[in-house]
């Protein structure tokens, strides 16, 4: 099969919505979406300062089965408000991972998958924003000690803000080439340093320092995985059976190449990125 036949019969994940991502990832006839649109739970805050709320507020809960065994997904929707973090998206999630938790107390073991397209909490709803990051990055530890929490970037938001540390907290971490992943977006860092630090438009660079590729190289993600639905489920599915990559108890490998820079370090790029982090991160 030459590679345009290949590139013909697969099926992009990335170009999937929040709620075909869930769908296409959990064993087929299993997908059950808790707190769906007819619901209507969405943010009560947005209607105030003017912008149309989504019925899910754009977060997509569902429970179903993963090569058989229980799962809960919660996959975000990037086009809505940049996949932002308000109060009810956010408790949403750290809702369905609490879920997770008693399933698993109860002798029902549940893995959890976090489809990961965010900018991270949504301005026009701030602190609340910021405190329900807080109880899904606390939710993701505690989960982590019963059963794995798989965390997928695939693109094109990426992952960012409060959320790019609640990717880090996953038992393991998945990516494409056209994920992204950073503290602060391009965007941020060109406001706040100006255009000769981070050009936030050339595409190249950012890719060779955050994207999917490179960070995978850099020992900051477990998996590297091309745009397609298949690949993409077969490698969740692997990650499941492996050991947890654990880089939050490891903060100290960390700092000892961060205080290594110095402080008088020129810009890096992606070579120097790559060297900085060599050796097994996980």
């Known amino acids: 099969m030459t590679d345009s036949e290949r590139l013909l019969q697969s099926r992009s994940f990335v170009e999937l919505g929040a709620r075909q991502r869930a769908q296409a990832l959990l064993d087929p006839d299993t997908f059950r979406e808790l707190l769906g649109p007819f619901d209507r739970l969405m943010s009560p805050w947005l209607p105030r300062q003017g912008i149309v709320p989504q019925a899910d507020d754009g977060v997509v809960i569902a429970k179903g089965r993963l090569a058989g065994r ?17 109060e009810v998206g956010g408790a949403k999630i750290a809702a369905a991972l609490e879920l997770a938790i008693e399933d698993n107390r109860h002798g029902i073991p549940t893995c959890a998958v976090l489809l990961l397209e965010t900018g991270g909490v949504r301005l026009q709803e701030a602190n609340l924003g910021l405190a329900a990051i807080a109880e899904i990055q606390a939710a993701i530890v505690q989960l982590r000690g019963h059963q794995p929490v798989i965390g997928l970037i695939a693109g094109s938001v990426g992952c960012f803000g409060g959320m790019s540390i609640a990717a880090g907290l996953c038992s393991h971490l998945l990516v494409t080439r056209e994920a992204r992943l950073g503290l602060n977006g391009p965007q941020v860092i060109e406001q706040e340093a100006g255009i000769d630090e981070y050009d936030a438009k050339d595409r190249p660079f950012i890719w060779s ?4 590729e490179q960070r995978h190289a850099s020992g900051l993600a477990d998996a590297y995985v091309s745009d397609d639905l298949t690949a993409v489920r077969e490698q969740v599915l692997q990650l499941l059976q492996a050991p947890s990559a654990a880089r939050a108890s490891r903060p100290d490998w960390y700092l000892e190449r961060l205080s290594s820079l110095g402080s008088d370090v020129a810009q890096l790029d992606g070579a120097d990125v790559r060297a900085l982090y060599q050796g097994d991160a996980r």
Do not use: C, D, K
């Not at 229980?70 to 973090?85: D, H, K, T």
């Open 70 to 86: 229980n799962a809960v997904v919660a996959a975000i929707e990037g086009g809505f408000q940049g996949g932002s973090m308000g």
């Open 209 to 212: 320092l955050t994207g999917g």
